[in-house]
């Protein structure tokens, strides 16, 4: 009974998002304000009356930032992306994912994520340097039917949402299109370095609809290059301009260094995605996975104060810029900490381990010998419920790189191995390589915390001994 509700709303949806795009050729401002009363019908309070009311002053103030760059998305999108997009990002993982989640957490006191990331395969067309992926090897697969497995047993815990991480996933190309051809009402989306983006690949796309991507992008040419390969630099800009044509939705994956942040910060560079049509960008604090990982590329305390500043400003409503910007080290005020360990999401390795996160590899169990629900019961994802959020400070999340004791005490603890099959790590030697930087930057998050105008008190785990708490605390955080 509980299916064939959830069909039937998600044809309602379906036709009166037809029904709004119809409109929004007419007059786009009706257009867009039907759209925003269709997510309050369907959604309700996921989101807060002051929301709705605030995006339809967005939509009637035509020299807004979010106006302009709604509006520019919608002429540029394809209409059947820009559907599929709002009918499975939007209706199935927002709305119904969501709530279904919420539900199967209390059902199976674990933590269920609101999204998977997992490799299709660890090879890849480049070696670039410092890549946390390259720690796996090159030889290792998901086949199709262990894929197709993890989505339809996580839809069944309501998850709707998931990405491909690698080595290169666009390896797979021809899978990941039969995965999003299966799974139509699953959103799906690819980090990838570009360089496989073709024509042919760009028609089947926006045939399917339902596959957005995060082109990586480290910078300029000089170092993007330097860093990835000679030519790959114009090579993602080309592909850039393929999707942009095709009207695909994506963005880029950006690896903050040391050495790199200036540049990606820049308004050059901002500006420079804008124009190609990216709508968003993820920006990642470099980690030193790794037995050889670099620790001179990790950021002074000054360079991190800077980043969560500059973030900020670019954001800004005024003065700000058009694309959405998302820094998992430094808005971590925005989820409640650490996300990861099943709590928002997990990663799944191209040997089929499930590991707490893409950069944190360990694990206790695989998906080829464990379901999902008992990957997700695991002693090293239980320990992440258990202590989540790693620090009350949301500007120091992570439990290895500004909590590395904890890392060290919840894999001891829990009896998880390392998941690298060429060069095993060890928790303590990984985590000793974070330990200067969790101590000169734990006084600067102090005080940028203290000082912060919308401080939240963080993450609390659903438990019956906590539920008053837990209600109170995470009503405002996503998921």
Not at 193 to 220: A, M, P, W, Y
Not at 267 to 272: H, I, P, Q, R, W
């Amino acid at each position: 009974m509980a299916s064939l509700s959830h069909t039937m709303q998600r044809k309602a949806f379906s036709a009166a998002i037809d029904v709004a795009l119809r409109r929004l050729n007419k007059d786009r401002e009706k257009g867009l304000l039907q759209i925003v009363d269709l997510a309050k019908r369907f959604m309700g309070d996921n989101f807060t009356d002051a929301a709705y009311e605030g995006a339809k002053a967005v939509i009637k103030n035509p020299d807004h930032k979010w106006n302009k760059f709604v509006n520019r998305m919608l002429d540029e999108v394809d209409p059947n992306v820009a559907k599929m997009t709002a009918l499975n990002l939007g209706f199935e993982a927002a709305f119904y994912g969501t709530k279904t989640i919420r539900h199967m957490r209390e059902v199976h006191q674990c933590n269920i994520p609101w999204l998977i990331l997992m490799d299709p395969t660890s090879a890849c067309n480049l070696r670039c340097t410092g890549c946390w992926a390259a720690e796996y090897g090159y030889k290792l697969n998901l086949t199709f039917e262990e894929m197709d497995s993890i989505v339809t047993q996580g839809k069944e815990l309501g998850v709707y949402f998931y990405m491909f991480t690698g080595g290169e996933p666009l390896v797979r190309k021809d899978d990941l299109l039969r995965l999003c051809r299966k799974h139509r009402d699953v959103a799906f989306h690819s980090y990838t370095n570009g360089t496989l983006i073709d024509e042919e690949f760009c028609k089947q796309v926006r045939e399917v609809g339902n596959l957005s991507f995060s082109l990586s992008l480290e910078g300029f040419e000089e170092a993007n290059d330097g860093r990835r390969g000679d030519g790959i630099f114009q090579k993602v800009m080309n592909a850039m301009d393929l999707m942009k044509s095709y009207g695909l939705f994506f963005g880029v994956s950006v690896c903050y260094t040391k050495k790199n942040l200036d540049a990606v910060l820049s308004d050059e560079f901002v500006d420079l995605l804008i124009e190609k049509g990216c709508r968003y960008a993820w920006y990642f604090h470099y980690m030193p996975v790794g037995n050889d990982a670099d620790t001179e590329l990790l950021l002074t305390p000054e360079q991190r104060v800077y980043i969560y500043h500059r973030l900020r400003e670019i954001r800004a409503l005024e003065g700000g810029k058009p694309i959405m910007l998302m820094d998992f080290q430094n808005d971590g005020e925005f989820v409640g900490g650490c996300i990861a360990g099943g709590r928002n999401y997990f990663h799944i390795n191209a040997n089929g381990d499930a590991e707490p996160c893409v950069f944190i590899h360990y694990s206790g169990a695989n998906i080829r010998k464990n379901t999902l629900l008992e990957c997700l019961k695991q002693p090293l994802f239980m320990a992440y419920r258990d202590n989540q959020p790693f620090n009350d400070n949301m500007l120091k999340p992570c439990p290895m790189l500004e909590n590395p004791e904890v890392l060290q005490r919840i894999v001891k603890e829990s009896g998880a191995v390392s998941t690298d099959l060429q060069s095993p790590e060890t928790a303590e030697h990984l985590c000793a390589k974070c330990e200067d930087y969790a101590n000169a930057w734990s006084p600067e998050a102090d005080k940028l915390w203290a000082e912060h105008p919308h401080v939240k008190k963080g993450y609390i785990n659903y438990k019956p001994e906590n539920l008053e708490a837990f209600k109170e605390r995470n009503k405002d955080i996503i998921a």
